[in-house]
Nanobody
Framework: EVQLQAYGGGLVQAGGSLRLSCAASGFTFDKYAIGWFRQAPGKEREGISC????????YYADSVKGRFTISRDNVKNTVSLQMNSLKPEDTAVYYC?????????????????WGHGTQVTVSS
């Protein structure tokens, strides 16, 4: 069975850092791009970053560019999101998801697999 589990969220003060991780199983991990998405109450889901499965090419939304860093380990089947200089507007539930393909990753397409999210709360 396919499993994607995001973890590592918590409460942090503005300007602080958190590192989220996504553990994957049940599919050929290195054939899939992995994306990070977030959703705050009352707002639409926002794609924030993705990384492809073969050359580690990455993409970042403008809202997090320069502050967040995505990485992956195709041996451990994990993806991480290092979040620095956190802002209150980063508060949301964060999800990881997987899409099949070797091309540069995208956030504006349908992803194949989704996991449960982890809560990130940034206080002022």
């Amino acid at each position: 069975e396919v499993q994607l589990q995001a973890y590592g969220g918590g409460l942090v003060q503005a300007g602080g850092s958190l590192r989220l991780s996504c553990a994957a199983s049940g599919f050929t991990f290195d054939k899939y791009a992995i994306g990070w998405f977030r959703q705050a109450p009352g707002k639409e889901r926002e794609g924030i970053s993705c990384i492809n499965g073969f050359d580690r090419s990455t993409y970042y939304a403008d809202s997090v560019k320069g502050r967040f860093t995505i990485s992956r380990d195709n041996v451990k089947n994990t993806v991480s999101l290092q979040m620095n200089s956190l802002k209150p507007e980063d508060t949301a539930v964060y999800y990881c998801a997987a899409q099949y393909g070797r091309g540069w990753c995208r956030l504006d397409i349908r992803y194949d697999y989704w996991g449960h999210g982890t809560q990130v709360t940034v206080s002022s």
